[in-house]
């Protein structure tokens, strides 16, 4: 199956060969989007004012119709509201970085005023990004090529680390000392790859190679870093990062795509967004505890720092899901912006922000209420962050 890139129509510069088995059959209904979603992203000598915001651009979108029957249809959230609201800062401060893949770009954010700093750390289709604990270093997967980009965040100088074909996602261990990138190639058939490539932060290069399975997508660490998850187009796989080497794999979790790991460890979350669904694991187990319905195509996951609640992207469905850290209760859907592909929790709590790939904008939900509380644009009125962001990271300030 492919994912990511083929999902969202967006097409990496290197000519990744990720044609979508869908593509073809719905290429003459939704040609028109993509012409409208399809101006270039700024190019290399964008002047200054881009470091306010990216001009208006938009993603090459092609919307996904899921290739199996509908699960039965789940109570639908009400009418999206226009969420252009005026920007209500948050409770604690920090940084986040959102990578935005089809303006080649990754956006820095001030956490307590929801301001866009800068968007000066450059990568071919940046899908995915990390920054160490110290705050010291960015990490960015570039999708188009085959680079994961290290950036010092004080001078931005950027150090390409050759990783493998179009790596996804790349996340960060909880010590700062390893950065693991996600080298999915093709994704699935001729031209996939089952890697993920360790990094060394120190020297900013590969020190090992792991085979994880066909098409990893996604990694996260478990909290005490001695475990590592990763989505492939098999399942969930479970590395053991002292050794790194497969620990095993969680079973009846085919074709994975989102993760994320509870802030204590004890549970795992994972999407199949081709069958609408969220996948709770025991991690000390390796098992699945509960299998929930979620809204269309959950893209991404990602649990609150309390470990009370879990957010769903549900892209099909433009909103948020929002659960119990136990899947046993759906607690609200809350609609956010176009073809949300990745969400993620601020440190303190507070907020929970879904990325919107075709909007090109964040939408800031408040996790008292669940309601958004304001949408993260561009640095004018009018514009928005830039095509497609489709990884956040957060990191407090040091």
């Given at each position: 199956m492919v994912r990511r890139l083929r999902r969202l129509g967006l097409t990496a510069a290197a000519g990744t060969a990720l044609a979508a088995p869908h593509a073809a059959a719905h290429a003459a209904v939704y040609a028109p989007h993509a012409a409208v979603y399809a101006p270039p992203g700024p190019g290399p000598d964008a002047g200054a004012s881009d470091e306010q915001g990216v001009q208006p651009g938009a993603p090459?979108?092609?919307?996904?119709?899921?290739?199996?029957?509908?699960?039965?249809?789940?109570?639908?959230?009400?009418?999206?509201?226009?969420?252009?609201?005026?920007?209500?800062p948050a409770k604690a401060g920090g940084t986040a970085y959102i990578a935005l893949a089809g303006s080649g770009r990754v956006a820095r954010v001030d956490v307590a005023t929801h301001t866009v700093t800068s968007t000066a750390i450059r990568a071919d289709t940046a899908e995915g990004v990390a920054v160490t604990p110290d705050a010291r270093k960015v990490y960015v997967a570039a999708t188009g090529q085959y680079q994961v980009i290290a950036v010092d965040a004080a001078t931005l100088r950027a150090t390409p680390i050759t990783v493998g074909a179009h790596p996804q996602d790349v996340a960060v261990s909880p010590d700062g000392a390893q950065a693991y990138a996600a080298v999915t190639g093709g994704d699935t058939g001729a031209g996939g790859s089952s890697e993920v490539a360790v990094i060394d932060t120190r020297t900013d290069t590969v020190a090992r190679r792991i085979d994880v399975g066909a098409a990893p997508r996604r990694i996260a660490f478990a909290p005490d870093g001695r475990s590592a998850y990763v989505t492939t187009a098999r399942g969930l796989t479970v590395l053991d990062t002292a050794n790194g080497e497969v620990a095993g794999t969680?079973?009846?979790?085919?074709?994975?795509?989102?993760?994320?790991?509870?802030?204590?460890?004890?549970?795992?979350?994972?999407?199949?967004?081709?069958?609408?669904?969220?996948?709770?694991?025991?991690?000390?187990s390796r098992t699945v505890t509960r299998q929930v319905k979620a809204g269309a195509e959950p893209w991404a996951v990602t649990a609150t720092p309390d470990g009370r609640k879990v957010y769903v992207a549900d892209m099909n469905s433009d909103s948020a899901g929002v659960y119990d850290a136990s899947g046993r209760r759906h607690l609200a859907d809350v609609p956010v912006g176009r073809r949300p592909a990745s969400?993620?929790?601020?440190?303190?709590?507070s907020e929970v922000w879904a990325g919107n790939g075709m909007t090109g904008t964040v939408s800031v939900i408040d996790t008292s209420s669940d309601e958004v509380a304001t949408t993260i644009r561009g640095g004018s009125p009018s514009a928005t962050l830039g095509a497609s962001p489709l990884d956040i990271a957060f990191v407090r300030d040091s």
């Open positions: 090459s979108w092609v919307p996904f119709v899921p290739p199996v029957p509908p699960l039965p249809a789940r109570p639908s959230a009400p009418p999206v509201p226009s969420p252009w609201g005026r920007s209500q969680v079973p009846g979790i085919p074709d994975a795509q989102g993760l994320a790991v509870a802030p204590d460890g004890s549970r795992v979350y994972a999407t199949q967004p081709d069958a609408d669904l969220l996948f709770v694991v025991d991690a000390a969400v993620a929790a601020t440190p303190d709590g």
